[in-house]
């Protein structure tokens, strides 16, 4: 779940946005009695900044997003929206300096900072410059990660999809919305509880899903054959848009590609209440008899400083986030986990897949844990302070201290940037990624069309490996990622062209494909590596949910 959220910019991309069809017009839609105007760029129209809900500010902070009204004002759909509130977040040290390397030796770029306010419910839509209202072509909803605490639509360029939908002969359309984060989406506490307004940044997400069965045809797209695709925070939250409501899709998307997110083990929402009353301290509302409606009050530079006080993805605790999806009693009545137990998942055809190395990017916040004991008190503290020591010891059985068996995997005895370094990274790696994702394959087994895989690609990046984030450059890149993602949104299977045959999973048959580097861009191996230790956590998180 990364804060980190990327903007992919490879060398020579620019130029496959020559405009083939020399100068045209602003692209236009009508959307009720509005005509919104668009841009034209190259080969695709942009439609940026549509917005979908009312603005959530004054009295509707806090509150489940609500609906438009019929649009009745003409407007331009130029510019991205503003993101929603970003926690402020800061990378350590020896990781910043990792950042600053891999930019300058790939030529890719990551965007920490972009302009946010609370005013920020928007969406984009990219289609063909020729498509027809009647073009009823497949739909992609894209949903970005950023932990739960950042991220916003304008650092992915989404014409990057549609061209090479495109060049594949199977044009689609392709969504982004925004969607509230942090204490703003998913503030947690009994007053939210009872106020029935948890898990406020997916609701945002469901609403724009809806907007789109409303309102894609305008563009070309066909609202029956939507996908909702997502990476980190963004794929759990495709995850748990699958969970929701029984598992009962509603008819707003056909089919989900997950990039390192699966659903999460996750406790009841008032899991978060120090962070809900830290904030009510912070901003003068302790005194008051309302503090859910106190909050609602605050100016918004009050409460985003207040905001800031709380641990982001960075700090010591890492992903045991402050701020993330909880069981609501509304949008998730259970454990993620044990809904995808209880066969509360929509029957549509999936992809999830993970970075071999998930956890590296967060584990140098905890460069000080240096011994065996360390580790120990670090996990009971932070991640399970409900476990048994006995627990605890056997945990670290699995996951022990032998750097040959840490993360970055397969790296022997490099990388070993501390004594425990490794060992943190692939205990994070598993406990949050890995093992959430190889729960929902197996349960899921036999009754709907699956496949999944690893990136193992940037392998050689020091301490790092093949990161967090790291397959987006596959996507976002106009790489082989893309063409079997496209290809998945066209026909509900990723597989054609020249890319390798990439075979379903079942539990008889696990079947995995691999993103490589070097001279062999892709193979198949089999999802059984680390079976006992994953095993072994997936237990832990079932009983003591984060």
């Not at 530079?301 to 960075?314: C, G």
């Not at 009971?380 to 840490?406: K, V």
């Not at 193992?456 to 984030?469: E, N, Q, Y």
């Amino acid at each position: 779940m990364s804060q980190i959220t990327l903007l992919l910019f490879l060398a020579g991309l620019a130029g496959a946005y020559a405009n083939p069809f020399g100068e045209r017009s602003s692209p236009t839609v009508t959307l009720d009695s509005a005509t919104v105007t668009g841009v034209s760029s190259g080969s695709v129209n942009e439609f940026l900044g549509i917005p979908f809900a009312q603005p959530p500010i004054g009295n509707l902070r806090f509150r489940l997003p609500q609906g438009l009204p019929p649009y009745n004002t003409s407007f331009s759909a130029t510019t991205y929206g503003h993101a929603c509130p970003q926690q402020a977040a800061e990378l350590p040290a020896v990781l910043g300096f990792l950042v600053e390397a891999f930019e300058y030796s790939t030529n890719n770029t990551f965007n920490f900072v972009i302009p946010s306010a609370e005013d920020c419910l928007t969406l984009n839509v990219i289609a063909p410059a020729d498509v027809a209202p009647d073009s009823k072509l497949p739909v992609v909803v894209w949903i970005y990660g950023g932990g739960f605490e950042g991220g916003g639509t304008n650092q992915y360029n989404g014409s990057v999809i549609v061209e090479k939908a495109i060049s594949l002969g199977i044009p689609a359309v392709y969504v982004s919305m925004n969607y509230r984060v942090s204490a703003f989406g998913f503030l947690a506490s009994q007053e939210v509880k009872d106020a029935g307004v948890g898990n406020l940044g997916l609701q945002d997400q469901r609403l724009a899903l809806h907007w789109v069965q409303k309102y894609i045809g305008a563009f070309g797209g066909d609202p029956t054959k939507v996908t909702i695709w997502g990476q980190s925070a963004g794929a759990i939250s495709v995850a748990l848009q699958m969970v929701t409501n029984s598992g009962n899709p509603e008819g707003l998307f056909q089919a989900a590609f997950m990039q390192s997110g699966s659903p999460i083990p996750v406790g009841d929402i008032t899991h978060g209440q120090k962070y809900y009353d830290a904030l009510v301290y912070d901003t003068g509302c302790s005194s008051a008899s309302d503090t859910l409606q106190c909050l609602r009050g605050v100016p918004y530079e009050t409460l985003l400083d207040a905001m800031n006080q709380s641990p982001v993805i960075y700090s010591y605790q890492s992903l045991v986030l402050a701020w993330l999806p909880r069981v609501d009693g509304v949008f998730l009545t259970d454990d993620p986990q044990k809904l995808v137990q209880q066969g509360s998942v929509a029957d549509v055809p999936f992809v999830t897949g993970d970075c071999d190395d998930e956890g590296t990017f967060y584990s140098f916040s905890t460069l000080n844990i240096t011994t065996d004991t360390q580790f120990e008190e670090y996990v009971q503290t932070y991640w399970f302070p409900n476990a048994t020591s006995t627990t605890i010891q056997e945990l670290m059985q699995y996951y022990p201290d032998n750097i040959i068996q840490g993360s970055p995997f397969d790296t022997g005895v490099l990388n070993a940037l501390t004594p425990q370094f490794k060992r943190l990274a692939a205990f994070q790696s598993d406990v949050i990624f890995q093992a959430p994702r190889r729960l929902f394959l197996q349960n899921r087994s036999g009754k709907q069309a699956l496949w999944t895989y690893v990136n193992k690609r940037f392998k050689t990046v020091p301490f790092l490996g093949s990161f967090h984030g790291s397959d987006i450059f596959n996507v976002y890149g106009g790489q082989d990622m893309a063409s079997y993602l496209v290809r998945f949104v066209s026909n509900l299977d990723p597989n054609g062209g020249t890319d390798l045959y990439w075979p379903q999973y079942t539990t008889a048959e696990p079947n995995m494909l691999e993103f490589l580097d070097g001279l062999i861009p892709q193979a198949l191996t089999e999802d059984t590596y680390r079976v006992e230790a994953m095993e072994f956590l997936t237990n832990v998180t079932l009983t003591y949910p984060l």
